[in-house]
């Protein structure tokens, strides 16, 4: 491929330019209808379809890139980049910049994989399905931006951009008490964003630049305010974002009132902003801080992973179950990341790609099985398998997955979490162990409530999986969580790839005496 | 060498039947059981293929051990193997696994079916069969922790599942979750374990762990806890070891775990993969010899759990329940045996058990499957309705009774001697009354079922020898169970072309050869027959008078024994009254001060906030110039007062 060529920039804008095309759509509203009389059923298969064709493209694209990306190159690939806002004299530039490295790469990838199932899963969205798709495709730009930003203010954007598709998605296409679930879930992130972009402007001014490649080991000394006070600030961001204890609250209310397909990016991707966030802005530009911090992240890691195990237990709606072992399990990240090396950093990446994949599918499973019965209520679910084999398996599956099995993909990225950390923070690793420990324990309990025991005659007019996009979410989704369990390295080169700078740069900054500051 | 080098082909077959099965299974004639015999009946034959390349490798002065495998993980200091390795242990397991898989392949072809007619959901019943078949071969023949872990994981999940088969009983589903997070809380302490030995040694390979233990390398860094560090790290192993053999107190699953259907308890729960703990231990005994007290440990959880399983097995109506807890007496024996230092003499006892005790279970199955009834009191007289199955079932008892010439006899007798040489006479005594007990239960299980009047006339009525492809694996278990005694002996080991008896096998760089004393087998053998003659007087004929005259005469003691010395009731008091009460309180916390107090109540704030200074905006000068004038004297007291005036 002609190296000059912006295949980024297409990757990231191709489901903005199919939202566009959705939205220019005649639909039944258009007060002049055109020649061909659309009706609204033609106007929730042509938004489907089209929303389809660009997040495959999208994929695609993806796919193109991670199979060509050079694994022994330094630094960052397919980088799309210009002045955009070149005021020198006025003591700031912001580039349109973007790239990838072995970090990103797999999220991207993997938001191309779950934007597609997103897709998949609401093909049968028949409420204003128009908007529907237009704000998923939105949604996926905006999440694709935030992992390939260089730009702080890029990154910044685009890390605003995504709350607006959340908002409408939830409160439009939400169920229970979704208007307060939306609400909660922007002002939370924009009480996190205020403070990230105070952090942003700080750094920026200092060093003269948004870049982060330039900001990169430049010397803070100028700042207004001291690098701890800018890490807590970014940190609160991403915290938010993650999410830990005790800045959780508002995933659980927004997991559980969004429609299915926004649950799985919820979950799959959007929550992967936050330890993405950490690990490229965090441990990049403020290492010295980050590797004073460590055993203050790995202590939040440990208690996220058993608070958020304990309250799990007690959950009675499937997807608010769902969405606690998430906070568990994003516990992992923090403790992996505490870690400071090369082991710990990688397995927490790979925990991003790997939740995302195994929540992902949870969610879809969960999805797939409400449409049927309309209820996540545990104790209400009794002896579905009997009616639904195929949708049972697939929860028994992706719930197996999530507790952790061995040649599984959550699995892997434990275990080099747990030995790249236990060498630098003994007690909260053994104190995760319970996580481990209780996670088999609510994951099997609950699926004992809910799909086996005897038949019920209540299920009985219920049709098990039978549509071709359902069959292609969960086949798609099983596939990755199996391969990644069998054959990491297919990510874990790249992901070593990509920590390995960020670890130089804190032993670098280890070596000199933890100078800097 | 090839076959010894290439025993990765051996778990790769069922794992293809397993694939097969699960993608097409249900769309083949007979849900494709065929493919998943095939697959145990040539792991069967090529377990022979292993077995000759390993005794010539031995024949050659080469020692007998092959390892081959290619890197699976290999990244930063995290690195793991696909490795395999065969040596004697491993030549042992294998033997085992192959024979009683093949078995239960073929009863289970005529067990699943009721009148001619498969269950629903065979073909998935023996897809998962070929994946625990292919799961325990990796474990047995995995050459590093963390592969043996992966594995170990596998057949947790295949038990898992079949205990799970008929998920219709919420009986059937509960006892599937105990066993998993049972297991898994042992698994908890195997993962840590081998977390802190990786740490120390910068290796999951179980040689490199055994050489560095041996080289006193194994140690946290600053040196703080100096042996202390090794001895945890081997505990912890011995956790996991635990938890998968049942042993006390992690024994409660694997009682409830008889849910499942016959033969899988069969293969899983008697012959193979709660052995895999006995296995572990095996395998990595000179580590356990070296860390001080861990041996000591691993003899008083076997001596226990052999006494405690025993009496509790006394106190059981249920066959499938008296074979259960039959077989975590039994393993106790095993740790019993690798507490002082016998790796042949336990590797010999799990030989000889596992024939003995699978033909037990699905001889039990034979009765199951014909009577519809598993409550022994209400069998009884079953040795005229059924002859074959209550001969072999009869057999297998008095092996694992002790009696000579039977297997059992030798192996316990093994024990015995081991013991004598290795720990005080205190734990000798003890556990010949375990052997006592041993024998007690078993003639009493066989007493009530197949002996004296039929209790339920409809249940005789159903009583009939069951097809021949149930029996065939029955009658080929009591062969082994009558032949692979033998093997104690030298001559018999050389005879078949191994170096010489099990336990010069099994530690032939440092021949270790079968010592049997005419006195101890005296003694041993008394002690079963004493087993016998006990039963006999309690429990035979007239509805077992005496016992219930005892057992109204402690009423009490009975309650215990009955009720299984209330470890069941003890773990759900804790899981009712601790762990969810403090899920509850947590989960409240979580809502009420977290989210409402933390969240919500400065979001309210901030609305009533914002709800009542609307009002300052009214519209009118008059308001705006009083606010001004307000404000204007504020900042100008403010200022006179900071200023010190």
């Known amino acids: 491929m002609d190296p000059s060529f912006p295949v980024l920039s297409l990757l990231i804008f191709l489901p903005l330019g199919g939202a566009l095309l959705i939205a220019l759509l005649p639909g039944k509203h258009t007060p002049t209808h055109a020649f061909w009389q659309n009706t609204p059923g033609t106007v929730q298969q042509q938004a489907r379809w089209i929303a389809l064709g660009t997040s495959l493209a999208a994929l695609i694209i993806a796919l193109v890139m991670f199979i060509i990306f050079d694994r022994n190159a330094d630094g960052f690939q397919f980088v799309d980049e210009f002045a955009w806002i070149d005021a020198q004299s006025l003591g700031f530039n912001i580039g349109y910049a973007f790239g990838v490295d072995g970090l990103s790469m797999p999220l991207v990838l993997l938001t191309g994989v779950l934007s597609v199932v997103a897709v998949l899963v609401s093909w049968k969205i028949d409420l204003r399905p128009k908007e529907y798709f237009v704000w998923l495709l939105v949604l996926e730009t905006s999440v694709l931006g935030v992992f390939t930003a260089l730009d702080l203010i890029f990154f910044f954007l685009f890390w605003e951009l995504e709350l607006i598709p959340m908002f409408l998605l939830i409160s439009i296409w939400g169920s229970g008490n979704r208007n307060y679930s939306a609400m909660k879930f922007v002002l939370y992130t924009v009480f996190g964003s205020a403070f990230m972009l105070a952090g942003f402007l700080v750094l920026g001014s200092a060093a003269d630049t948004f870049d982060i490649r330039e900001l990169r080991g430049a010397d803070l000394g100028a700042a207004i305010l001291p690098a701890q006070a800018i890490f807590s600030f970014i940190l609160i961001a991403f915290a938010i974002k993650l999410p830990v204890f005790p800045l959780h609250t508002w995933l659980p209310d927004a997991h559980t009132d969004a429609p299915t397909a926004v649950s799985v990016l919820l979950a799959g991707v959007l929550l992967k902003m936050g330890g993405y966030g950490i690990l490229r802005l965090l441990f990049t530009l403020m290492p010295e801080v980050g590797a004073d911090a460590d055993l203050a992240l790995a202590i939040i890691g440990a208690v996220s992973i058993v608070y958020g195990a304990i309250v799990t237990i007690r959950q009675t709606d499937l997807k608010r179950l769902i969405a606690y072992s998430s906070v568990s399990h994003m516990g992992f990240v923090l403790l992996g990341v505490s870690a400071l090396g090369v082991t710990g950093m990688s397995g927490a990446a790979l925990q991003l790609v790997t939740h995302g994949l195994i929540t992902g599918m949870l969610f879809v499973m969960v999805g797939l099985i409400y449409d049927r019965t309309h209820t996540r209520q545990i104790g209400e679910m009794r002896g579905l398998i009997h009616y639904m084999p195929l949708l049972g398996a697939g929860l028994v599956f992706a719930g197996l997955a999530g507790l952790g099995l061995p040649a599984l993909a959550g699995f892997v990225a434990e275990i080099t979490i747990f030995l790249g950390a236990f060498g630098q923070h003994e007690a909260p690793v053994l104190v995760s162990m319970l996580g481990v420990l209780l996670a088999a324990g609510y994951i099997l309990w609950a699926l004992q409530r809910s799909i086996f025991g005897p038949r019920d005659e209540k299920w009985a007019g219920l049709t098990d999986s039978n549509h071709w996009t359902e069959f292609a979410a969960i086949g798609a989704l099983t596939a990755l969580i199996i391969l990644l369990g069998v054959y990491p390295r297919l990510v874990m080169d790249l992901l070593e790839q990509g920590v390995t700078p960020i670890v130089e740069q804190i032993e670098a900054v280890a070596a000199m005496g933890g100078g800097g500051g | 060498m090839f076959w010894a080098e290439h025993a990765w082909i051996l778990p790769a077959i069922p794992a293809i039947a397993f694939l097969v099965l699960f993608a097409f299974g249900r769309f083949l004639p007979r849900g494709g059981d065929f493919i998943s015999v095939g697959a145990a009946l040539t792991v069967f034959i090529l377990f022979f293929f292993v077995l000759e390349s390993h005794l010539d490798s031995i024949a050659a002065g080469l020692g007998g051990i092959a390892n081959a495998g290619t890197d699976w993980v290999n990244f930063d200091k995290f690195i793991v193997r696909l490795g395999f390795t065969v040596d004697s242990i491993a030549i042992v397991m294998v033997f085992v696994v192959s024979t009683v898989a093949l078995m239960v392949n073929l009863y289970s072809t005529g067990y699943l079916r009721h009148h001619g007619k498969p269950e629903p959901r065979y073909w998935w019943y023996f897809a998962v069969l070929s994946l625990f078949v292919a799961a325990m071969l990796t474990l047995v023949l995995a050459d590093n922790l963390l592969l043996m872990f992966v594995a170990?994981?596998?057949?947790?999940?295949?038990?898992?599942?079949?205990?799970?088969?008929?998920?219709?009983?919420?009986?059937?589903?509960?006892?599937?979750?105990?066993?998993?997070?049972?297991?898994?809380?042992?698994?908890?302490?195997?993962?840590?374990?081998?977390?802190?030995?990786?740490?120390?040694?910068?290796?999951?390979?179980?040689?490199?762990?055994?050489?560095?233990?041996?080289?006193?390398?194994?140690?946290?860094?600053?040196?703080?806890?100096?042996?202390?560090?090794?001895?945890?790290?081997?505990?912890?192993?011995?956790?996991?070891?635990?938890?998968?053999?049942?042993?006390?107190?992690?024994?409660?699953?694997?009682?409830?775990?008889?849910?499942?259907?016959?033969?899988?308890?069969?293969?899983?729960?008697?012959?193979?993969?709660?052995?895999?703990?006995?296995?572990?231990?095996?395998?990595?005994?000179?580590?356990?010899?070296?860390?001080?007290?861990?041996?000591?440990?691993?003899?008083?959880?076997?001596?226990?759990?052999?006494?405690?399983?025993?009496?509790?097995?006394?106190?059981?109506?249920?066959?499938?329940?008296?074979?259960?807890?039959?077989?975590?007496?039994?393993?106790?024996?095993?740790?019993?045996?690798?507490?002082?230092?016998?790796?042949?003499?336990?590797?010999?006892?799990?030989?000889?058990?596992?024939?003995?005790?699978?033909?037990?279970?699905?001889?039990?199955?034979?009765?199951?499957?014909?009577?519809?009834?598993?409550?022994?009191?209400?069998?009884?007289?079953?040795?005229?309705?059924?002859?074959?199955?209550?001969?072999?079932?009869?057999?297998?008892?008095?092996?694992?009774?002790?009696?000579?010439?039977?297997?059992?006899?030798?192996?316990?007798?093994?024990?015995?001697?081991?013991?004598?040489?290795?720990?005080?006479?205190?734990?000798?005594?003890?556990?010949?009354?375990?052997?006592?007990?041993?024998?007690?239960?078993?003639?009493?299980?066989?007493?009530?079922?197949?002996?004296?009047?039929?209790?339920?006339?409809?249940?005789?009525?159903?009583?009939?020898?069951?097809?021949?492809?149930?029996?065939?694996?029955?009658?080929?278990?009591?062969?082994?169970?009558?032949?692979?005694?033998?093997?104690?002996?030298?001559?018999?080991?050389?005879?078949?072309?191994?170096?010489?008896?099990?336990?010069?096998?099994?530690?032939?760089?440092?021949?270790?050869?079968?010592?049997?004393?005419?006195?101890?087998?005296?003694?041993?053998?008394?002690?079963?027959?004493?087993?016998?003659?006990?039963?006999?007087?309690?429990?035979?004929?007239?509805?077992?008078?005496?016992?219930?005259?005892?057992?109204?005469?402690?009423?009490?003691?009975?309650?215990?024994?009955?009720?299984?010395?209330?470890?069941?009731?003890?773990?759900?008091?804790?899981?009712?009254?601790?762990?969810?009460?403090?899920?509850?309180?947590?989960?409240?916390?979580?809502?009420?001060?977290?989210?409402?107090?933390?969240?919500?109540?400065?979001?309210?704030?901030?609305?009533?906030?914002?709800?009542?200074?609307?009002?300052?905006?009214?519209?009118?000068?008059?308001?705006?110039?009083?606010?001004?004038?307000?404000?204007?004297?504020?900042?100008?007291?403010?200022?006179?007062?900071?200023?010190?005036?």
């Open chain 2, 152 to 645: 170990w994981e596998g057949v947790g999940l295949c038990s898992f599942l079949l205990i799970g088969f008929y998920y219709e009983r919420r009986s059937a589903v509960e006892a599937a979750k105990k066993a998993f997070v049972t297991t898994r809380l042992g698994d908890v302490g195997l993962f840590i374990g081998l977390i802190l030995f990786w740490r120390a040694t910068g290796s999951f390979q179980i040689s490199d762990i055994i050489a560095a233990a041996e080289a006193g390398r194994v140690n946290d860094l600053p040196q703080v806890m100096g042996d202390g560090y090794l001895t945890l790290s081997t505990l912890l192993v011995f956790l996991g070891a635990a938890g998968k053999s049942a042993q006390v107190p992690f024994h409660v699953w694997l009682p409830d775990a008889m849910e499942g259907p016959t033969p899988v308890s069969a293969l899983i729960h008697a012959a193979t993969m709660v052995v895999a703990g006995v296995y572990l231990v095996a395998r990595m005994l000179p580590v356990f010899e070296v860390a001080p007290g861990a041996s000591n440990v691993v003899l008083g959880v076997g001596l226990t759990t052999a006494l405690l399983a025993g009496i509790m097995a006394l106190g059981q109506n249920d066959i499938k329940r008296v074979l259960a807890y039959s077989t975590v007496s039994q393993l106790g024996f095993m740790f019993v045996a690798l507490g002082v230092g016998a790796v042949g003499v336990a590797m010999f006892h799990l030989l000889t058990h596992a024939f003995f005790k699978a033909c037990l279970f699905l001889g039990s199955g034979s009765i199951i499957h014909m009577t519809e009834e598993q409550d022994a009191r209400r069998l009884g007289g079953l040795w005229w309705r059924m002859p074959v199955t209550a001969t072999t079932f009869i057999v297998s008892s008095i092996a694992l009774a002790g009696i000579p010439p039977l297997s059992g006899f030798f192996s316990k007798d093994e024990i015995f001697t081991a013991t004598l040489g290795g720990a005080n006479t205190a734990v000798v005594i003890l556990l010949g009354v375990a052997a006592f007990l041993s024998a007690l239960y078993m003639a009493r299980l066989v007493i009530i079922t197949f002996f004296g009047p039929p209790k339920v006339l409809a249940v005789i009525r159903r009583a009939r020898e069951a097809d021949p492809i149930i029996l065939i694996p029955l009658v080929f278990l009591t062969v082994l169970t009558f032949l692979v005694g033998f093997f104690a002996f030298d001559q018999v080991g050389r005879a078949f072309g191994f170096p010489g008896g099990i336990n010069s096998y099994i530690y032939f760089p440092e021949p270790e050869t079968f010592h049997f004393h005419n006195d101890i087998a005296a003694v041993t053998g008394t002690v079963s027959l004493l087993g016998f003659g006990t039963a006999w007087w309690f429990f035979w004929g007239r509805n077992s008078r005496r016992a219930e005259a005892l057992r109204a005469f402690q009423p009490r003691l009975a309650a215990i024994v009955e009720n299984k010395f209330y470890f069941d009731e003890a773990y759900q008091w804790a899981i009712d009254r601790a762990v969810l009460p403090l899920a509850r309180i947590v989960a409240w916390f979580d809502r009420m001060i977290v989210n409402d107090t933390g969240i919500n109540a400065p979001a309210d704030a901030t609305r009533y906030a914002a709800y009542w200074l609307r009002y300052h905006v009214t519209g009118r000068i008059p308001d705006y110039a009083l606010l001004m004038v307000v404000g204007v004297a504020l900042a100008g007291g403010l200022a006179f007062l900071l200023r010190g005036g």
